[in-house]
């Protein structure tokens, strides 16, 4: 067998836990140029409760420096939320397990109304999202007046490294990036303070961790099979051979936006 045999029959066969993307330490990321982390921490400290919307397993929330009393998470995916429960149960925090939201991209004006929140009006001071679909509108809904919706997003085009390395078509799609999240949330009736527009760069020590990638982040690439793609990968194995690490960039952008009092 083959080393590259051997990568890929290991990127098949390993499961991906929770939403740990670091593959044991062969897939690292580089900062994005804003702290994310940091603007949370520093609204969270002012707050008597927050929501981390689309929680994954747990892993982000349970790292933050700082989580007011009351700290509520959600959860879309099922086998995340026995999974974000067990991490988070110790902390204090409730997870929720909700229907996500379409994508943001995809959303009509007027049709907003699916994948309604189980909060009451004005029920948190602090939202945060971390690449997690929302309705603007029922994100406006469970804030307080005065309350913050702090969220980073995926760009629609965060991809365009990928199909390139795969030397596939870069496929259509519906523009996500920040002035369309800007016009959504605005509409809702929140007040955008805040918006930056960046890339977080990912880097994977072998061809197997990059398989393996792909295929627990199908949304990624969808039409990524390790199969289909061997040829490519083949060809970006010998690349890293003889060049070192492969590196991808993925498009990101923030915003942070307030609810402004009635008029």
Not at 194 to 220: R, T
Not at 226 to 241: M, N, T
Request: hydrophobic fraction near 40%.
């Amino acid at each position: 067998m083959t080393e590259l045999d051997r990568l890929l029959l290991e990127a098949d066969a390993t499961p991906l836990v929770g939403w740990d993307l670091s593959c044991s330490g062969r897939i690292a990321t580089t900062a994005t140029p804003w702290n994310f982390e940091a603007e949370v921490d520093r609204h969270a400290r002012r707050s008597p409760d927050m929501l981390d919307m689309g929680t994954g397993g747990g892993e982000w929330l349970s790292r933050l420096a700082f989580r007011p009393p009351r700290t509520v998470a959600t959860e879309g995916w099922a086998p995340n939320v026995g999974i974000a429960r067990e991490r988070l149960a110790p902390l204090g925090v409730e997870v929720v397990e909700v229907e996500g939201a379409d994508d943001n991209a995809a959303q009509v004006q007027g049709e907003e109304d699916q994948a309604r929140l189980p909060f009451a009006d004005a029920s948190f001071h602090l939202v945060v999202n971390r690449h997690e679909s929302f309705v603007a509108s029922d994100v406006h809904r469970i804030l307080a007046t005065g309350g913050r919706f702090v969220t980073q997003q995926v760009a629609s085009d965060f991809n365009a490294d990928c199909y390139a390395l795969l030397d596939l078509p870069m496929p259509g799609s519906l523009r996500w990036q920040l002035d369309t999240a800007v016009d959504q949330i605005t509409r809702s009736g929140l007040s955008v303070t805040h918006g930056e527009e960046g890339a977080e760069v990912l880097s994977f020590d072998d061809v197997g961790a990059f398989a393996w990638y792909l295929k627990h982040v199908p949304y990624v690439c969808p039409e990524f099979t390790i199969d289909g793609c061997r040829v490519a990968l083949e060809r970006l194995h010998l690349r890293i051979q003889g060049h070192g690490p492969l590196t991808m960039r993925q498009k990101l952008f923030w915003l942070d936006a307030v609810k402004p009092a009635a008029a």
